[in-house]
């Protein structure tokens, strides 16, 4: 076992006093959070994020997450920020909606979960890496230079667009897709500092026209796809949108419209691929710049298939696999915050809140609190190995969010993730050719700041 000056550390925001933070962020531009972060973030159970107009109160205290999270009194909802600064890429939906109306979409949504069936998506998970592995051997071939996050983002968006439409993806649109996502995430009006500092709570947040025009565009992909479903594509699928298309309220017996179908199928286009896009990312960096993880991880799946095909029963035996995806998500988690509004002052534990206060819940220092995990900032996938669960704090832990809202595609992006490592990791390896000048940002997702540059190279034994 490596000692904990062995470990390999990734990239990370150095951390500064909050004068300092602030002086970093406004130097580097682009609204990134985490160098905002300071850092007292990393040791404080609960407490004020800098000085704000409406109050930013961070909390770290697993057992104050989860009743945040929770809000069993509705007391937390999603805050005006996020729906804000989201509206224009996924409407009303079910990623930004609270209380009834929540409840009505989710109820809507609820018998589409249950095409997330491991076994049937399966199937398309693996068609979609065999085209992923073809494009990998002519960039081998070739010696050619290529943008990890724009891979991992294609390879995601074709899994998930196989699982909810049924159709792959072309790779314009991928590349569209990808090239829009990052206009939006990167001029979003919530990750303006600005307006976290000044603006009070419930203002309008207005959006850039290149924003607004990326999130148009994305619209138009994601409709031209619910398009094959409706008219004479009615009947024609049984996938995720089909499901939801043919839902109809419990109530009322409506249907959603094609707006609201584009709203609601848009998060689980987006969100399904931006997240694990961004985990992968992360992930083939470290095993890049980690050959002996990279070895190890090959040998597990070389212990398990040998030279026969992968299978599904058999990636739930690759358990080393799994606890690198697990530990890349603690360090490198998609969702950086989570907001919440308080409606109404109140308190949660011992700490007072002011009606309108920002409530920030997030993982990336939940996940590297020095009270909740031994070296935080090291790379250890053996901390999530078998036998070792009794080491992990209860609640410190939540990468997919806590509560009535935690992901409800959790087993599968861990499926999905665990496949593509495999599968890859099997048969390729990666040259990092910018491992200097790599480190992470935070808008609306952990992303590197700028683009990951790697060569695949076939791997040999």
């Known amino acids: 076992m490596k000692t904990n000056e062995t470990l390999f550390t990734p990239p990370h925001p150095s951390r500064l006093p909050p004068v300092a933070a602030l002086v970093r962020t406004l130097w580097r531009g682009g609204g990134d959070l985490l160098s905002l972060l300071p850092a007292a973030a990393y040791r404080m159970e609960a407490g004020e994020l800098g000085y704000s107009r409406r109050s930013i109160k961070l909390f770290n205290a697993p ?20 729906v804000g600064a989201l509206e224009p890429l996924i409407g009303d939906s079910i990623f930004v909606t609270d209380g009834p109306k929540w409840r009505r ?9 249950s095409m997330m069936r491991l076994s049937v998506a399966f199937k398309a998970i693996m068609a979609a890496i065999d085209d992923f592995e073809a494009r990998l051997e002519g960039a081998a071939d070739r010696a050619e230079e290529m943008s990890l996050d724009l891979a991992m983002s294609h390879l995601t968006a074709d899994i998930i667009c196989r699982t909810v439409f049924s159709v792959s993806l072309e790779s314009e649109v991928a590349k569209s897709v990808f090239e829009d996502f990052t206009i939006f995430e990167r001029g979003v009006g919530q990750v303006k500092l600005w307006r976290l500092i000044v603006s009070p709570a419930w203002a309008d947040v ?8 990326s ?3 994305i619209r138009g992909h994601i409709g031209a796809l ?6 004479d594509g009615v009947g024609k699928y049984n996938d995720i949108a089909s499901v939801i298309i043919e839902s109809r309220d419990k109530d009322s017996g409506a249907p959603f419209t094609r707006e609201e179908l584009i709203d609601q199928l848009g998060v689980f286009f987006l969100a399904g691929h931006e997240t694990t896009a961004s985990v992968m990312t992360w992930a083939f960096y470290i095993l890049a710049v980690n050959p002996d993880i990279a070895a190890k991880l090959r040998a597990e799946v070389d212990a398990v298939f040998g030279d026969g095909p992968i299978d599904f029963e058999g990636v739930k035996k690759l358990h080393f696999t799994r606890s690198v995806f697990r530990e890349t998500l603690r360090l490198y988690p998609p969702i950086t915050f989570m907001p919440r509004v308080a409606l109404k002052a109140g308190q949660v534990g011992r700490f007072r809140i002011r009606k309108g206060a920002l409530i920030m819940i997030s993982p990336w220092t939940l996940h590297r609190h020095k009270d909740h995990w031994t070296a935080p900032d090291a790379f250890d996938p053996e901390r999530f190995m078998p036998g070792r669960d009794k080491e992990l704090v209860d609640g410190a832990y939540i990468p997919f969010g806590s509560g009535p809202h935690t992901c409800i595609g959790a087993g599968f992006a861990l499926v999905e993730s665990v496949l593509i490592l495999a599968r890859i990791c099997r048969r390729f390896d990666f040259k990092c050719l910018n491992e200097e000048s790599i480190r992470p940002a935070a808008r609306l997702t952990t992303r590197p700041a700028d683009e990951i540059w790697v060569k695949p190279r076939f791997y040999s034994r």
Do not use: N, W, Y
């Open 63 to 82: 057992v104050l997450v989860k009743q945040i999270l929770a809000d069993k009194d509705e007391m937390f909802p999603k805050s005006d920020l996020m």
């Open 105 to 113: 979409q989710r109820a809507m949504i609820d018998p589409a979960f």
């Open 206 to 213: 207005p959006q850039d026209a290149d924003v607004l025009a």
């Open 215 to 217: 999130c148009e565009r």
């Open 226 to 231: 619910v398009d094959t479903h409706l008219g």
